[in-house]
C-alpha cells in the first residue's frame, strides 16, 4: 500500500511540476515572436500552436500543450 502512495504522490508531484512549465513556455514564445524573422505562414503556425497550448494548459492536458509549445518553440528556433 505504501509503494502505491508513493507511487501516485510521485506522479502528482511530476504531473504539477509540467504544467507549471506551460506558462513559462508560453511566455518564452511570446518574447521571441516579436522580433522572429519568420515567413507569414510560420508565424500563423507558431501563433496557432502558442493559442492551442494556451487551450490545453488550461484543460488540464499538459503533455499536449507542452507538445504544441515545443513545436512552436522550435519554428521559432529557440530553447
Do not use: T, W, Y
Not at 502505491?4 to 515572436?33: G, N, Q, R, T, V
Not at 494548459?57 to 528556433?77: C, N, R, T, V
Amino acid at each position: 500500500m505504501k509503494r502505491i502512495a508513493m507511487s501516485l504522490a510521485l506522479a502528482f508531484a511530476a504531473s504539477s511540476a509540467f504544467a507549471s512549465s506551460c506558462p513559462k513556455e508560453m511566455k518564452a514564445i511570446d518574447a521571441a515572436l516579436p522580433n522572429a524573422k519568420l515567413s507569414s505562414s510560420q508565424m500563423g503556425e507558431v501563433k496557432k500552436l502558442r493559442a492551442d497550448g494556451e487551450q490545453l494548459h488550461k484543460a488540464g492536458k499538459h503533455s499536449e500543450s507542452m507538445a504544441a509549445l515545443g513545436k512552436a518553440k522550435g519554428i521559432l528556433g529557440i530553447k
